[in-house]
């Protein structure tokens, strides 16, 4: 069975990705920064309003993934949000300066969130040695990897993306991610092997008010899920699926 995660930036999203027939959330702030963690509320409204599985994004800033002890705190203190308001899982990464996966600290981070699952992110991209990489994701517990195969897109990682899926055989769901649109996931899916995928599905929704004053480089517009896209790539996957 194939299965679609995306991504929601908005409330809005959460209902447009749940009704199109996705089978899973995950939850973001901040778009520009490649999504950081959502606030208390909007995980909360999520919960409330969506069945499918909800995966806060825990990640407190933008750039890169090596994170210090402040931060790793702000970490754990998230996770146990995500706990009290019953979502299925969490997603995060962590990496250390030479660009391993920081174990240890990611170990403590599946331990908290137990229950829960925990989805490694694609911080896996800026890795060193990925097969390496790889058995220290499993190591931590991890139930599954959001990779682009280390490129830029997960078409033009479609190569390394066949070897992880090899790799991890049925140890960690290897999800495909980024660039994914309904007009090359057929194409993706038979190439690497993979079950799961994650999209973005993004469209940019203008601003509705009447009185909007214009100011130089500045456009009032918010990132939203396009049921068309969502629709099209299930559509594919079905396809697959005979």
């Known amino acids: 069975m194939q299965l679609l995660e995306v991504i929601a930036f908005t409330i809005d999203s959460c209902t447009i990705i749940e009704t199109c027939g996705a089978a899973r959330i995950e939850l973001c702030a901040n778009p ?20 499918i599985e909800l995966f806060p994004m825990i990640r407190p800033r933008g750039g890169d993934f090596l994170y210090n002890e402040e931060e790793y705190k702000i970490m754990k203190q998230d996770i146990l949000v995500a706990k009290e308001l019953h979502c299925d899982g969490v997603v995060l ?58 490129q830029t897109t997960a078409w033009e990682g479609k190569e390394m993306l066949k070897k992880l899926v090899v790799q991890a ?19 993706l899916a038979v190439y690497c092997g993979a079950t799961e995928f994650h999209t973005s599905a993004r ?18 517009t918010h990132t ?13 996957l079905k396809k697959l699926e005979g």
């Open 32 to 51: 520009s920064e490649g999504g950081t963690t959502p606030s208390y509320g909007m995980i909360k409204m999520a919960r409330e309003q969506v069945a």
């Open 93 to 150: 990464g962590l990496l250390q300066p030479n660009g391993q996966i920081d174990v240890v600290r990611t170990k403590r981070l599946v331990e908290l969130a137990y229950p829960m699952e925990v989805s490694f992110h694609r911080a896996f991209d800026r890795v060193k040695d990925p097969g390496k990489a790889l058995e220290e994701v499993i190591s931590c517990g991890c139930t599954r990897l959001l990779t682009s195969g280390l």
């Open 169 to 187: 055989g049925h140890r960690i769901i290897i999800m495909p991610g980024s660039g994914i649109r309904a007009d090359n996931i057929e194409d």
């Open 203 to 220: 469209k940019m929704m203008r601003s509705s008010m009447k009185y909007n004053p214009s100011f130089p480089g500045e456009e009032m």
């Open 224 to 236: 939203t899920a396009s049921a068309d896209e969502i629709t099209g790539i299930l559509n594919g």
